[in-house]
């Protein structure tokens, strides 16, 4: 079955400086990868996919991410953290010819320091 | 704004108790996704719906029960509660539930069992 790690707990960044999530997969074939943010007492808000095609995936917000097939990994990217991007970030795995449930990480808190 | 609703809000309920939580779709989405979040279980899903059709089974208790009617809200049916079904319950839908479809989460119902 596929599953989602997302090693860090809480990434802290300072605003302006650039932000990583981690995201590491495992599926068996070939995956597809979704991002998603939670702000508090929200829902979870699509932000970027990967099917197929170009590694580089471009996103809302600025937010980007790479897809890199030999380290099973799809990290979520953005150039210059504002502090409104403090929020709960899901990294997400479907499988290709699989069902069609989304497995998720457990989530990473990102807090943008000002 | 995802476009997803979903009633009630808020409940809070006692153990034994049958609540029913509603979802409605995008308009021109024909699947419904059914995900339960909690702090020690993260984010499960549970049950899938497309045009009317359960599709895919998750981790969804035998107390819970759901159903896609023909004008695509859906409804997730929880009985015999216990404390530990406190949890936020969101819906999610998409245009026709194929893997690489993206899936837009409504606002979610929190659920307190006393």
């Known amino acids: 079955a596929q599953s989602v790690a997302q090693p860090e707990d809480q990434v802290n960044v300072a605003e302006g400086n650039p932000l990583t999530v981690k995201c590491t997969y495992s599926?068996?074939?070939?995956?597809?990868l979704f991002w998603y943010v939670q702000y508090p007492n929200r829902g979870l808000q699509f932000l970027l996919k990967y099917i197929t095609g170009d590694n580089l995936v471009k996103g809302s917000y600025g937010f980007e991410a790479e897809f890199n097939k030999s380290q099973t990994s799809f990290h979520l990217k953005k150039p210059s953290a504002l502090v409104s991007d403090s929020a709960l970030y899901f990294c997400a795995v479907r499988e290709l010819y699989g069902n069609n449930r989304l497995a998720f990480g457990k989530g990473n808190q990102v807090v943008v320091i000002p | 704004d995802s476009g997803v609703t979903q009633t009630p809000k808020h409940l809070i309920t006692a153990t034994g108790q049958r609540v029913t939580l509603r979802c409605s779709p995008r308009s021109g989405d024909l699947s419904v996704y059914w995900y339960q979040q909690s702090l020690d279980q993260g984010l499960q899903f549970l049950i899938q719906?497309?045009?009317?059709?359960?599709?895919a089974k998750g981790n969804i208790l035998e107390r819970f029960s759901a159903q896609q009617f023909p004008d695509l809200h859906s409804e997730l049916n929880l009985s015999s509660l216990e404390l530990g079904d406190s949890a936020l319950y969101f819906c999610?839908?998409?245009?026709?539930?194929?893997?690489?479809?993206?899936?837009?989460f409504g606002p979610g119902t929190r659920l307190t069992v006393l």
């Open positions: 599926v068996s074939g070939n995956p597809y």
């Open positions: 719906y497309y045009n009317g059709e359960e599709r």
């Open positions: 999610a839908s998409s245009v026709d539930g194929q893997g690489k479809d993206t899936q837009y």
